[in-house]
């Protein structure tokens, strides 16, 4: 299904839970975090539906994300139930820290890819970046879920300057021996401490500090591969197992390409991440609405997608624009 920029919409993150284990600085604020109600959070039953409805539109591709997804009880069921909708593809986003329980459990579910978000391999660091998270629990996941058969194992590193930043080179060089991709991503101002502009550090730079340790040679994508794996700029270090992806949603925004749809956790379906506005899908199901009508609402969802942050005016939009939405409640 294409929108109205031309772009096709196939690629729909539902965020299965606003909770979580983890508090990263960037993500969640200190304190005040204001939760979804439990009666609010859309049951797996109404998030299937909404599935199976949007894949006549087109969706062929569905990541699970939240909050963590793996806090959520029953995901495992869920993920089960993605897995019988005939998706081409069923990807999930977690923390890690309790992968080393599901990694069996989410691969016989069908489960075709994860991504690990791992910020530091410091345990102090790491511990405050997250406010209190365990690296050893992550470490751990990331070896059950590569002894389970997960491969590629994505890691998501948010930079933050001042923060991680000089780990970028450190998480590079694990791609020698390591077959991760490791994907490093900007910071968006959304979430967390927001108005934390001078923690951001742009992908341009970190590529210019690791290209001092080795060749980065570019990774060409077939058209698959461009549709499921997203909008990484690729490269392998010279003589490295492992993939370094650079996400630069700020320095090189991908609006024009995007085509995703996100389901929040409350049933609001948001067709951009920094664009706030949202079709709510919740209410009507709840209220009865037919299949039709409830398609009704997701093509429209579709069809009025916004373009997103403008044009090449990526950087200053960055201290414009502050999406209003947690980001556990969207899903990242
Ligand atoms: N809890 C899971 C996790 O951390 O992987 C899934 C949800 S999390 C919201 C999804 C992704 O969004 C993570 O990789 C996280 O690092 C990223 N993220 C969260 N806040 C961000 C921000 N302000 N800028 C860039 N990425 C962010
Ligand atoms: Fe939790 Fe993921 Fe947000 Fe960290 S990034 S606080 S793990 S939802």
């Given at each position: 299904?294409?929108?109205?920029?031309?772009?096709?919409?196939?690629?729909?993150?539902v965020?299965?839970t606003?909770r979580c284990?983890?508090?990263c600085?960037?993500?969640?604020?200190?304190?005040?975090l204001?939760?979804?109600?439990?009666?609010?959070?859309?049951?797996?039953?109404?998030?299937?539906?909404?599935?199976?409805?949007?894949?006549?539109?087109?969706?062929?591709?569905?990541r699970?994300?939240?909050?963590e997804?793996?806090?959520?009880?029953?995901?495992?069921?869920?993920l089960a139930e993605?897995?019988?909708?005939?998706?081409?593809?069923?990807?999930?986003?977690?923390?890690?820290?309790l992968?080393?329980?599901?990694?069996?459990a989410?691969r016989r579910a069908?489960?075709?890819?994860i991504?690990?978000?791992l910020?530091?391999?410091?345990?102090?660091?790491?511990?405050?970046i997250?406010?209190?998270g365990?690296?050893?629990?992550?470490?751990?996941?990331?070896?059950?879920?590569?002894r389970?058969?997960?491969?590629?194992?994505?890691?998501?590193?948010?930079?933050v300057?001042?923060?991680n930043?000089?780990?970028?080179?450190?998480?590079?060089?694990?791609?020698?021996?390591?077959p991760?991709e490791?994907?490093?991503?900007?910071?968006?101002?959304?979430g967390?401490?927001?108005?934390?502009?001078?923690?951001?550090?742009?992908?341009?730079?970190?590529?210019?500090r690791?290209a001092?340790?080795?060749?980065?040679?570019?990774?060409?994508r077939?058209?698959?591969?461009?549709n499921?794996?997203?909008?990484?700029?690729?490269?392998?270090?010279?003589?490295?197992r492992?993939?370094?992806g650079?996400?630069?949603?700020?320095?090189?925004?991908?609006?024009?390409?995007?085509?995703?749809?996100?389901?929040?956790?409350?049933?609001?379906?948001r067709a951009?991440l920094m664009?706030?506005?949202e079709?709510?899908?919740k209410?009507?199901?709840?209220?009865?609405?037919?299949?039709?009508?409830?398609?009704?609402?997701?093509?429209?969802?579709?069809?009025?997608?916004?373009?997103g942050?403008q044009k090449d005016?990526?950087?200053?939009?960055?201290?414009?624009?502050?999406?209003?939405?947690?980001?556990?409640?969207?899903?990242g």
């Open positions: 299904m294409l929108d109205k920029y031309k772009r096709e919409i196939n690629y729909l993150r965020s299965v606003d284990n983890l508090r600085i960037y993500c969640m604020p200190k304190e005040g204001s939760l979804i109600g439990h009666d609010d959070i859309l049951k797996y039953e109404e998030m299937l539906r909404v599935v199976r409805i949007a894949q006549k539109l087109g969706i062929v591709k569905v699970v994300t939240g909050g997804p793996l806090v959520r009880r029953g995901v495992t069921d869920f993605l897995g019988k909708t005939g998706l081409e593809d069923i990807s999930l986003t977690t923390n890690g820290i992968l080393e329980s599901f990694a069996g989410i069908g489960v075709c890819r991504n690990v978000s910020d530091s391999l410091d345990p102090e660091r790491y511990a405050r997250t406010r209190g365990r690296l050893s629990d992550v470490l751990r996941g990331l070896e059950e879920a590569e389970v058969g997960f491969s590629p194992i994505k890691i998501n590193v948010v930079t300057r001042g923060f930043d000089d780990e970028a080179l450190t998480f590079a060089r694990l791609t020698l021996e390591k991760y490791i994907r490093l991503i900007e910071l968006m101002p959304i967390g401490e927001k108005g934390s502009d001078e923690k951001y550090v742009s992908n341009d730079e970190l590529m210019e690791i001092r340790l080795g060749t980065l040679h570019p990774i060409e077939g058209k698959r591969e461009r499921f794996s997203g909008p990484a700029r690729r490269f392998r270090l010279e003589g490295a492992g993939v370094i650079f996400i630069s949603p700020i320095s090189h925004n991908f609006c024009h390409a995007c085509n995703r749809l996100r389901l929040t956790a409350d049933g609001g379906l951009c664009v706030d506005g079709i709510d899908l209410g009507p199901m709840r209220s009865g609405c037919s299949d039709e009508e409830l398609e009704q609402l997701i093509l429209r969802a579709i069809v009025n997608k916004p373009l942050q005016g990526a950087a200053d939009d960055r201290h414009r624009r502050k999406c209003v939405r947690e980001m556990p409640t969207i899903g």
